[in-house]
């Protein structure tokens, strides 16, 4: 299903989770980067439209400002982020660069979302963008975003986006397979679910673990995002990002993953 459903998708959003886009070093991964990008330009030469929801502002902050790492103020973090943003863009400029593909950068606050003309603006420049066969990456703005205006995770910011574009199909690459009964990093005996068609009664039957280490999302963050989705038609499809050509995989059936199917 999960291949069927990737080849019939023409517009398809991708998010990128922190602790995906991180290498071990706690630094951007450079490789990761360029090898999902050669990837995602395969699939936009058989004509589909790709926009890329990418964590990691401060995970660069943090590996360029090192001497900041331990401050826990949130005008610091807030900086590192501002910094961090910089980098993250210039390593996604380089990766899609190597393809001939040209980027650009959207970065969006809850207000955004809320505001019909600031909605229909970023809906508009979204189309522009695939259109003209540049790459959108989108981030939630988190120099100027407090609790008050803040979107929250970037799972819940990739389902906004999803249904801001009218995308077809929602892939969030976390750090696991996909949705288990059970948190597999506590429970290895945890079993992974190939398919979800109801999302509240999935609630029912598994065991939520602990958010991750670099990212403020968890698997309920993905179910959130999956259920916002699901009543505009928008299938998700949640699998790890760490797999080797993790996207082409999904689309030829060699990795698993679990699919919520709209």
């Not at 050669?38 to 936009?44: F, G, H, K, N, P």
């Not at 593909?101 to 970023?122: C, G, K, S, V, Y």
């Not at 508009?124 to 979107?151: A, C, H, R, Y």
């Not at 949640?238 to 082409?248: F, I, V, Y």
Request: some cysteine; aromatic content about 6%; overall charge negative.
């Amino acid at each position: 299903m999960i291949t069927r459903l990737i080849a019939d998708s023409r517009k398809i959003i991708i998010k990128i989770g922190s602790n995906t886009l991180a290498g071990a070093d706690g630094k951007i991964n450079s490789t990761f980067l360029s090898e999902l990008a050669e990837q995602a330009v395969t699939l936009m030469r058989t004509g589909k439209q790709i926009v890329i929801v990418s964590s990691g502002a401060q995970v660069a902050g943090l590996s360029t400002m090192d001497k900041w790492a331990r401050k826990r103020d949130i005008h610091y973090r807030q900086a590192l982020c501002a910094v961090g943003q910089v980098e993250l863009m210039d390593a996604w400029r380089r990766a899609f660069n190597q393809h001939g593909f040209h980027i650009a950068q959207i970065l969006l606050t809850r207000e955004d979302f809320n505001d019909p003309n600031r909605t229909l603006n970023m809906r508009n420049t979204l189309f522009t963008l695939v259109d003209e066969g540049i790459v959108p990456i989108i981030n939630e703005n988190d120099t100027v975003s407090v609790e008050e205006i803040k979107i929250g995770d970037n799972d819940t910011l990739a389902a906004r986006s999803a249904i801001l574009w009218s995308a077809d199909l929602l892939i969030l690459f976390s750090d696991i397979d996909g949705l288990f009964d059970k948190n597999p990093k506590e429970h290895p005996q945890a079993a992974l679910i190939d398919e979800v068609r109801d999302i509240e009664e999935i609630r029912k039957n598994i065991t939520i673990g602990m958010t991750n280490n670099f990212g403020t999302g968890g698997i309920s963050t993905k179910l959130d995002a999956a259920e916002m989705v699901f009543s505009y038609g928008i299938s998700t499809i949640l699998a790890d990002g760490g797999k080797p050509r993790c996207l082409e995989a999904l689309a030829a059936g060699t990795q698993k993953g679990t699919l919520f199917l709209a």
